[in-house]
């Protein structure tokens, strides 16, 4: 089996920086694309940040230059560095995992629980 467990949210003020990482666990033999996505209470969830195996990345305007997305694919696990956070940051953040190959078979598309993060103005 595979899990997905965030951590790092929570409640900052504007202006201020926060990290989530999310940590895939398991027996793991390669993850195609690790990515976080958000969903704010009445919103669609939508991309924050994607980053390929071999490091490309890709961005939401929204948080480009104040956002960076980082990977560790020894530790199957993403971070999420966000600075200069604005109140239109707040939402669940959501970990996702693309392409996992474990013990007992393949999932095209994989998610964790979510993290909150509020950030107060």
């Known amino acids: 089996q595979v899990r997905l467990v965030e951590s790092g949210g929570g409640l900052v003020q504007a202006g201020g920086s926060l990290r989530l990482s999310c940590a895939a666990s398991?027996?793991?033999?390669?993850?195609?694309?690790m990515g976080w996505y958000r969903q704010a209470p009445g919103n669609e969830r939508e991309l924050v940040a994607r980053?390929?195996?071999?490091?490309?990345?890709n961005y939401a305007d929204s948080v480009k230059g104040r956002f960076t997305i980082s990977r560790d694919n020894a530790k199957n696990t993403v971070y999420l560095q966000m600075n200069s956070l604005k109140p239109e940051d707040t939402a669940v953040y959501y970990c996702n995992a693309e392409g996992i190959y474990y013990k007992g078979g393949y999932y095209r598309d994989y998610w964790g629980q979510g993290t909150q993060v509020t950030v107060s103005s």
């Open positions: 398991g027996i793991i033999s390669s993850i195609n694309a």
């Open positions: 980053i390929t195996s071999g490091g490309s990345t």
